[in-house]
């Protein structure tokens, strides 16, 4: 069945760096366009990044234009969030998404952007 499993949530400084991934397994990963949504508390969940199959096709919020960089890795199955320059409003909790017949999920990593 399909997994999609987050890690590399955690505690950072306005300003800092952190990185998630997420490995998916249960399908072909290589042939699927994959995202990061987020969800923060008291909001609707939304889009973060999208990345197409061979990672040459990217798409990204306006509100982490410039400062997120999605990727993957077809031969380990993962994809990436590089997040830098962090700011508060990027507290949440982070999902990995494929979209096949319906939606998957990961159970989600939480980011916490605070001083």
């Known amino acids: 069945q399909v997994q999609l499993v987050e890690s590399g949530g955690g505690l950072a400084q306005p300003g800092g760096s952190l990185r998630l991934s997420c490995v998916a397994s249960?399908?072909?990963?290589?042939?699927?366009?994959m995202s990061w949504y987020r969800q923060a508390p008291g909001k609707e969940r939304e889009l973060v990044a999208s990345i197409g199959t061979t990672g040459d096709t990217t798409y990204y919020a306006d509100s982490v234009k410039g400062r997120f960089t999605i990727s993957r890795d077809n031969a380990k199955n993962t994809m990436y969030l590089q997040m830098n320059s962090l700011k508060p409003e990027d507290t949440a909790v982070y999902y990995c998404?494929?979209?096949?017949?319906?939606?998957?999920w990961g159970k989600g990593t939480l980011v916490t952007v605070s001083s």
């Open positions: 249960g399908f072909t990963f290589r042939i699927y366009a």
């Open positions: 998404n494929v979209k096949r017949s319906v939606d998957y």
